[in-house]
């Protein structure tokens, strides 16, 4: 059983779409998070998310919003995508403060 | 906030030992450390919650220096599956955000 997922797992996109990724995870946890791993490989959180606070990195754009339907679910919404928006989009998710375990990333391609 | 890796990259034979360091700016409450192989998802490796504490792991361990606001990992007698890229993470204590580190690159060859 797979405990934490993401879908897709390769999106390619035109410049100015809507996408939406989706991740689950299966572990518990009361925790998720998101974060873009870009080419040089630096990993960079986005968001990290419980059920009672939503803690945003400032420097991602606002076109990026999480939304959480429940405890399981963390998806990434992300407007009028851009050319920079392009990298590994990785959901994780733990118990707060313990080790994180990530699903399997999403390329993301904007063309 | 991003803490400091060090160092970027190393290439070891099988069977050397080698040390990665991990450099905050910020107090710090815990510090991960995560291996990502090519082409896949950071896998978790350690945690350290308090200063001075040192964990293994087989022949992987780590230490955290509270006072410094420094980890470092230690891989002795390396293997070829130890190579990939070495992240640690940090949280710190004035706030609630997790960081990751640059990263180090490190191969093992034969």
């Known amino acids: 059983d797979t405990a934490v997922s993401q879908t897709p797992k390769y999106l390619v996109t035109q410049m100015g779409n809507d996408k939406s990724i989706k991740c689950e995870q299966n572990?518990?946890?009361?925790?998720m998070y998101w974060y873009k791993q870009d080419s040089k490989k630096f990993l960079k959180i986005m968001f990290s998310?419980?059920?009672?606070?939503?803690?945003i990195n400032e420097t991602v754009p606002n076109r990026f919003s999480p939304k959480s339907p429940d405890k399981a679910h963390l998806n990434l919404h992300i407007n009028s995508l851009e050319l920079g928006d392009s990298a590994v989009y990785f959901c994780?998710?733990?118990?707060?403060?313990?080790?994180?375990?990530f699903g399997p990333g999403t390329r993301l391609t904007v063309l | 906030q991003q803490p400091v890796q060090s160092p970027q990259a190393v290439i070891l034979r099988e069977g050397e030992d080698a040390v990665i360091n991990c450099s905050s700016s910020?107090?710090?409450?815990?510090v991960h450390w995560y291996r990502q192989k090519h082409g896949e998802a950071p896998v978790f490796l350690m945690i350290?919650?308090?200063?001075?504490e040192q964990k293994g792991h087989d022949k992987i361990s780590a230490s955290f220096n509270e006072k410094k606001q420094q980890s470092s990992l230690y891989l002795t007698a390396s293997q070829l599956s130890y190579s990939g890229t070495y992240f640690c993470?940090?949280?710190?204590?004035?706030?609630?955000?997790?960081?990751f580190g640059t990263g180090t690159s490190l191969t093992v060859i034969p």
């Open positions: 994780a998710s733990s118990h707060v403060g313990t080790l994180q375990f």
């Open positions: 572990l518990g946890h009361d925790t």
């Open positions: 998310y419980n059920n009672k606070e939503l803690i």
């Open positions: 910020k107090a710090l409450y815990s």
């Open positions: 350290l919650l308090k200063g001075g």
């Open positions: 993470g940090t949280e710190i204590i004035d706030g609630n955000q997790f960081y």
